[in-house]
């Protein structure tokens, strides 16, 4: 009778523990388990850590001759067919982008290919987070970009408070009730620590920041059309703490190529500019915070389309 081998898959910030592959099982039968367990089509699976002889191990591969040792955790990246279909679904109301890349057919490639997952777990392994407060237990995690997000960094002002963005206080204030909140900038964090500072996020007495993300925890991709982009991968976070998924995790950008790797994860915030002139009429941060107060009860976040979440606001309103 064979040995068998017992290995847990982690994927979507879950353990999936796989118990009855036999010692003669290919990798191709540990990936149709893996599929019953979690939906995601063998064709689609990437397993991550899965080596032989120090290349990525083959379907035809024996598992046991892989030296893997009891319970060994296994990285899978991936998506399900239903949660493809809506990150390609083109939205009615689609917004007029700005500054930005019209990169979404290729969002799924770019989301699976294995030379990119491979950068998120180095950037797992290596990049040290510096905690500013504490994370708390039932949190969802709100991810939030800086430039032309919560400032205009590019206008002209006596005082760097005049570029903030309207109701930013306000609205971190409210997200801080349901969400533990990240700043993410593709800048130096010397740069993200004087802003927040500035604009008298670091100590507010309202919210807490649980930590900055920097430039160097982003990975660099290739578009066929585009080239070379860098962007932020949210498996960052969710392989570093595991409480994070794309079920409970939401980030804001006014660029969409910054979350190409979580695409379903991504909302696409109207870039906030000439500071001067809009500051009296911007109302994004009020609307938004709506959005995550109504959406904050949900189990799952990829049941939903951030792309038409004020549609959603106003039904539910």
Known sequence: MD??????????????????I??????????????????VR???????????????????????????KPGYKLMMMGSREKDIAEVNEVPEDMPEVVNDLDIEEEEVEIEKAEIYLAK???????????????????KK????????????????????????????????????????IVIWSATNMKWINEKMKLLGVSNNPNYKIAFHLDSLAMISVHTPKYGV????????????????????TIMFDDIRRNFIMNPQSGLRIRAFRQAHLNRQKDRELLKLSKYLELIAPLDDFQT?????????RLKKK
Do not use: C
């Open 120 to 138: 998120i777990q180095r950037r797992i392994d290596t990049y040290k987070i510096e905690e500013l407060n504490p994370l708390r237990e039932g």
């Open 304 to 312: 939903l389309n951030h792309r038409k979440w004020e549609e959603y």
């Open 229 to 248: 982009v860098d962007v932020k991968p949210l498996g960052l976070i969710w392989g570093k703490y595991k409480q994070f998924s794309a079920k409970n």
């Open 42 to 68: 063998v064709d689609r699976q990437k397993l991550l850590n899965l080596k032989f002889k120090g290349k990525p191990a083959q379907d035809d591969d024996i598992v046991s001759e892989l030296g893997l």
């Open 22 to 39: 036999g010692e003669n099982d290919t990798v191709l039968t540990l990936k149709e388990k893996i599929q019953k367990l979690t939906g």
């Open 3 to 20: 040995e068998e081998i017992k290995i847990i898959v982690k994927w979507s910030g879950a353990d999936y523990p796989v118990n009855d």
């Open 141 to 180: 995690l709100l991810v939030l970009d800086i430039d032309y997000t919560l400032f205009d960094h590019r206008s002209v002002a006596e005082s760097g408070i005049e570029l903030m963005r309207p109701y930013l206080h306000e609205f971190l204030t409210s997200a801080y009730k349901n969400y533990d």
